[in-house]
């Protein structure tokens, strides 16, 4: 294993700064569930099929605002209290079938591990074989499928303990409930395919947006050195750090995930320095690095190392 890049850390008062929790900020996720039950609403009355497909797609990229929400409360740093972000996490996933507790661990363990083998989540990292290719390019297409196979059945039956396994199974029998009770009830009425369109069609569109934003955060970076090399944000445009709760300054969470969404703007500019010193990945598009990504295909480390020295020897590692 090379040796791993370790960031110079930040002096302990921006630090205590950036971590400090507001609870004013989280009032946007009460913005979002109302534009999310807006759009469905005119998905659900309008007579128009172009309107319909527009917020179906609004509801996928909307969508991803809550799935940020949810990141940030895995950490536990949504909210001060613990319960708080389990709750959150517990409700907020229950239209995407995966279980918090799930993600959760999974995505916890993905930050120990980021970027090396024993990291759950780095499967675009292989031999670049017929399976290697399979798989990346069911994830870019039918990525939600992938997901809930990933955080129902493979992760719990590879980590789970006795306790994370109850908490699972509650979880999922809620599920059970609530979308059987739902689609019971839309049967009942006759409306059963109108709401399957509302539900599974904007949810196809979310795991769109969501395959483009995790390639984007971690393909071709460096292999087993650390947080900050192995990690990259894409500065995008204001609208996706606003409505994707900031999760494209993505090296800063990595190295300080005590941040909570709305300082991690603030954490990137204090990082700068340090990011351009180390030649961090910063990059302004998630499309250009998703095409890219899916040009190249799956990665290798032979080919992941060529083309950073490659990319290194033409002065290109930081393209903002």
């Keep these: ?72 409360a895995s950490h536990g740093v949504l909210f001060r209290a613990s319960w708080k972000n389990w709750w959150f996490g517990f409700v907020s996933t229950i239209p995407i079938v995966i279980t918090f507790v799930s993600f959760r661990e999974d995505h916890l363990e993905h930050h120990r591990h980021n970027r090396s083998a024993r990291d759950p989540d780095a499967f675009t990292m292989g031999k670049r074989g017929f399976l290697d290719f399979l798989v990346f390019y069911a994830y870019v297409l039918v990525g939600g499928v992938l997901t809930v196979l990933q955080f129902t059945f493979i992760y719990p039956f590879q980590k789970f303990g006795a306790r994370a396994w109850r908490i699972h199974a509650l979880e999922l029998l809620a599920r059970v409930v609530v979308i059987g009770s739902a689609l019971a009830y839309a049967e009942s009425h006759g409306v059963q395919g109108r709401f399957l ?11 769109l947006f969501n395959s483009m934003r995790f390639i984007g955060e971690h393909y071709g970076t460096p292999w087993e050195q650390g ?3 192995g990690t990259r ?25 005590a941040t909570p969404w709305y300082n991690l703007q603030k954490l990137h500019a204090a990082m700068l320095p340090e ?15 998703m095409l890219r990504s899916c040009l190249q295909g799956p990665e290798s480390r032979e080919r992941n190392e060529q083309q950073l020295a490659a990319r290194h020897g033409l002065g290109a590692v930081h393209s903002a």
Excluded at 197 to 207: H, N, S
Excluded at 240 to 251: A, D, E, G, K, L
């Design 227 to 229: 947080q900050l090399l």
């Design 1 to 72: 294993m090379q040796e791993t890049s370790r960031p110079q850390s930040l002096p302990s008062s921006v630090l205590r700064e950036l971590y400090r929790q507001d609870w004013r900020p989280n009032l946007k996720i009460l913005l979002v569930y109302g534009l999310l039950g807006l759009a469905g609403f005119v998905a659900w009355t309008t007579a128009s099929t172009a309107l319909r497909v527009g917020m179906y797609v609004c509801m996928g990229y909307l969508w991803m605002s809550v799935v940020t929400f949810m990141h940030d």
């Design 197 to 207: 369109a509302l539900w599974l069609i904007p949810a196809y569109v979310f795991t």
């Design 275 to 289: 990011i351009e010193r180390s030649g961090a990945l910063v990059e302004s598009s998630y499309l250009r690095v």
């Design 233 to 257: 944000t894409i500065t995008s445009h204001p609208i996706n750090s606003f409505f994707w709760n900031n999760i494209n300054y993505h090296i800063g969470h990595h190295v300080y995930p």
